[in-house]
């Protein structure tokens, strides 16, 4: 079963979830605020996907700028950013998609139609 996780209120996370359901593509949904990501989900999800950590970043957040994170990241670990991440589930990117052999971060339909 495909893992959705996203913010409610998001309009690109709505956006993926019509896709979803137009496509017919099965999924859990998760709230990524009410229940946000562990240190170990997102080290695994980090470590399968192949994708640099920053991608997982809510780069365009208001936490993400209030923290100023564009100027800290770089001085950190891949462990602190992990640490980081879980703190809050707004820092994260959305919406996340976990399939069985692939993560998604962020709504791009073309790299999403890969899974039909």
Request: proline share 4%.
């Amino acid at each position: 079963m495909n893992l959705f996780i996203c913010y409610p209120k998001c309009s690109t996370c709505k956006k993926a979830e019509k896709w979803l359901k137009e496509h017919e593509i099965p999924y859990q949904f998760r709230d990524i605020k009410q229940d946000r990501p562990s240190r170990e989900e997102l080290a695994e999800w980090h470590e399968k996907s192949g994708l640099e950590l920053k991608r997982f970043f809510n780069t365009s957040g208001t936490l993400y700028k209030e923290m100023k994170l564009k100027d800290r990241l770089p001085a950190m670990t891949d462990e602190e950013k992990l640490e980081l991440l879980a703190t809050d589930g707004m820092l994260v990117k959305r919406p996340i998609l976990v399939t069985e052999d692939r993560i998604f971060t962020g709504f791009r339909e073309k790299e999403w139609e890969e899974l039909l």
